[in-house]
Every structure is written in structure tokens, then in C-alpha cells.
């Protein structure tokens, strides 16, 4: 992944959606968010190859949680801006346990979020 701290637009879009830089390891960094009972987090992080430009379609978004560390995660490249509006909608959930699903993979953006309303949307204080 691109240094993110080297590109001070991307980090003042992410800032502004309350994502901060993180470290995920081996010399890599995304932007990520927990969610507000700290169940999971929210990493938007970008592929190489669009050197961290905010317009281009290489962003990712990704939910793990703070249980077992199951993860889901899509396909679908976007823009930054539609990254983090993704990743804050994901980020409001809580009581987030992604066991039953460990690593699984959607084909879009719009199947992994209407999972996620239908598994976590319901619970008491949950805001989606």
C-alpha cells in the first residue's frame, strides 16, 4: 500500500470523516475507524497502483472485529470519498461478531451493507 501520509488531501478527506492514519503492519498503513463500542473497525486502505490519488477507483473497505478477527470485505474498487462514506455507514454498527462469517467476500459494496443491516442493524442502540 502507498505511504498515506505523504498525500495531505487524502489524509484531510479521511480526517474529515473521523478515519485516522493506522499502522496494519509490515510498513503498511490505511485509514480506519472503530466502531463506537469498539466490537470492530473499519480500514479503508488503497491498491498501489493508484498511488493514493482520492478520484481513482483502488480503495478498498473492509470490517474486522474485535472477537476472533473475522473479517468481511468487497470486490468493488471505489473512489475515496465513496470509501469513506462506506466506511462510516459500516462503522456505526455495534455488537459487531463476524464469526460465522471469518473471511468472507462480497461482490459489491451494496450486498456486504445490507448484510450487515440484516446481522447487526437490529441491535439496541445500533444507528445504520
Not at 479521511?14 to 490505511?30: I, K, L, N
Not at 470490517?63 to 468481511?72: A, C, H, L, Q
Request: hydrophobic letters at 35%; a negative charge.
Amino acid at each position: 500500500m502507498a505511504r498515506t501520509w505523504e498525500y495531505p488531501q487524502t489524509n484531510a478527506m479521511a480526517e474529515a470523516a473521523e478515519f485516522m492514519v493506522w499502522q496494519t503492519g509490515g510498513g503498511c498503513e490505511a485509514f480506519g475507524r472503530n466502531t463506537p463500542d469498539e466490537s470492530a473497525y473499519v480500514l479503508v486502505s488503497v491498491e498501489v497502483y493508484v498511488d493514493c490519488d482520492p478520484d481513482a477507483e483502488g480503495w478498498i473497505v473492509g470490517m474486522y472485529d474485535n472477537v476472533d478477527g473475522g473479517f468481511i470485505n468487497t470486490e468493488e474498487r471505489v473512489t475515496l470519498p465513496r470509501a469513506l462514506e462506506i466506511g462510516t455507514e459500516w462503522a456505526r454498527f455495534e455488537g459487531v461478531d463476524l464469526t460465522d462469517t471469518y473471511h468472507r467476500s462480497f461482490a459489491d459494496y451494496q450486498a456486504a451493507t445490507t448484510y450487515l443491516r440484516a446481522t447487526f442493524g437490529k441491535k439496541e442502540g445500533t444507528t445504520p
